[in-house]
């Protein structure tokens, strides 16, 4: 399956997290969150500044889109939250 960034919507930091859009094999899309907290322990933001929590989004995109492919499927009315359990060590 692919799984990749919607083109038309970029990802943006929202309230301290970097919200995105994922679309799957070209169709289905999916609004995703992902916290500075996740993006500071696991992707090495340096801070929770917008640029510093893009830069770690940008450099773990490959991981972070895995982790949503993982969550297609389940049911949802909005937002998906991708947390540290999403992540492995």
Known sequence: MTTELAREVRPAVLDGAVRFTARFEGRKSQEFE??????????????????????????GRHEILTAAADT?????????QLGTGDFRA
């Open 34 to 59: 992902i916290s500075a907290d996740v993006l500071r322990e696991h992707f090495g933001a340096s801070d929770a500044s917008a640029d510093a929590l893009l830069a770690a989004f940008h450099r």
């Open 72 to 80: 297609l499927g389940t049911p949802t009315s909005g937002i998906v």
